[in-house]
């Protein structure tokens, strides 16, 4: 029969202490981190990061910012205009830059995430 070797500590996450952090943060904190998460991300497959083009994607682009629009509309009444109206700037930001990066752009409203927001104008 063969042993397993003893398990270091240092490899195995503490997950009680990991679901207490958790459980201490606000949930309009983590909203807030996951649509900045959300826009970085956008962001980058829009090819605007330092190396643009090595990693754009716009099929990428397009579900990141859908889910970005879905996640503001759903979370609208749940997080304060103090942290809303910043991010929905970024939204419509990376709303336009997908429409300039387009080749063929989008209709008006029937861009990324304008389904949740109404058609987006430069």
Known sequence: MSQTPPENPADNPDFDAMTRDIAEVPAVEVIVTVAVNLMSAAAV??????EGEKYKDLDEARKLITGL??????????ISSFHAAPLRDGLKSLQLAFREASIVPDEPGQGPGEKYTGPVYG
């Open 69 to 78: 629009a879905g996640l503001l509309d759903a979370s609208a009444t749940e």
């Open 45 to 50: 497959k829009l090819g605007l990061s330092e």
